[in-house]
């Protein structure tokens, strides 16, 4: 199988073992962050009617980008949120035969389209090894890149719903010399009276995040908001000691400027955050 994959407007044919293994993880990883194996009931049986990816509007490029390695399926837009469709059976038995062995949290449906086509399914590996794009993947669907004001630091965040796949998850190797800490949430709901279990990975101290940024510049993220906060993080190393300075001197200003920057590309509710008023304007 060839994989065609898009860079800076050129279309490159990538044959080797090692391309089309980060391809095949990147893909993984998205179908685990926000895809779906649509499984219906017809005349009494089961059947995978469709696999679909559904993301937010501003995220258009990176279901594009699934579309594009695979050549197939179809973007339906509705309103704020694009949705990648694929209906063809042979398309759908090749994706299953491609992303055996690398599904890690859509478990269930997948082992329903194993067994429809009659597909051996294979374990995934849940300590994740370094420097892989399923990680990406995860990111670019799931991810959180946050600025966190109190701590003066930039974060990553994963957070899926607590269950026997999530809790396997091993990201200990996963970006090569970060840390990663886990948090088991509950979320309550008050109107329903109902709880919600959920598990977060954290990449969130100061010694993260020039290898974060690293690993992201390894094999770029296709969510250009998520894109634009990691590559902000060298010159944000370079002035995060300004927060300190007095408000309305030259480098209080330089680091608010920074900070507005960061948090109002592709942001329309920035103004809402709570600390923008301790920023020099």
């Not at 895809?35 to 258009?60: C, M, Q, S, T, Y």
Request: a positive charge; charged letters at 25%.
């Amino acid at each position: 199988m060839i994989i065609k994959s898009q860079s800076a407007g050129n279309t490159v044919r990538r044959t080797s073992e090692t391309l089309r293994l980060r391809s095949i993880e990147y893909i993984a990883g998205v179908i685990d962050g926000d895809g779906n194996f649509d499984i219906r009931v017809e005349r009494g049986l089961k059947k995978l009617k469709a696999i679909k990816i559904k993301l937010h509007i501003r995220d258009v490029r990176v279901v594009a980008k699934v579309k594009t390695l695979l050549q197939c399926g179809r973007l339906n837009y509705n309103k704020h949120l694009v949705t990648w469709v694929v209906s063809s059976k042979m398309d759908m038995i090749r994706i299953v035969e491609l992303i055996n062995g690398h599904i890690r949290l859509k478990v269930p449906g997948f082992l329903e389209a194993c067994y429809f086509y009659g597909i051996k399914p294979k374990q995934a590996q849940y300590r994740i090894r370094p420097g892989s794009t399923y990680l990406h993947g995860l990111i670019d669907t799931n991810g959180s890149i946050i600025y966190n004001y109190a701590s003066n630091r930039i974060e990553l965040h994963l957070e899926f719903k607590k269950s026997n796949y999530s809790e396997k998850l091993d990201f200990t190797e996963a970006i090569p010399n970060a840390s990663v800490r886990i948090n088991r949430l509950v979320k309550r709901n008050q109107t329903k009276r109902k709880k919600y279990y959920s598990i977060r990975f954290s990449f969130d101290t100061v010694e993260n995040m020039i290898h974060l940024y690293h690993f992201v510049m390894s094999f770029r993220l296709f969510c250009d908001f998520k894109f634009y906060r990691i590559s902000q993080i060298p010159i944000f190393l370079e002035i995060r000691h300004y927060k300190k300075e007095a408000r309305g001197s030259f480098e209080h200003r330089a680091f608010s400027k920074w900070v507005i920057n960061f948090i109002s590309y592709c942001n329309p509710k920035y103004t809402q955050i709570s600390y923008l008023n301790q920023l020099t304007k």
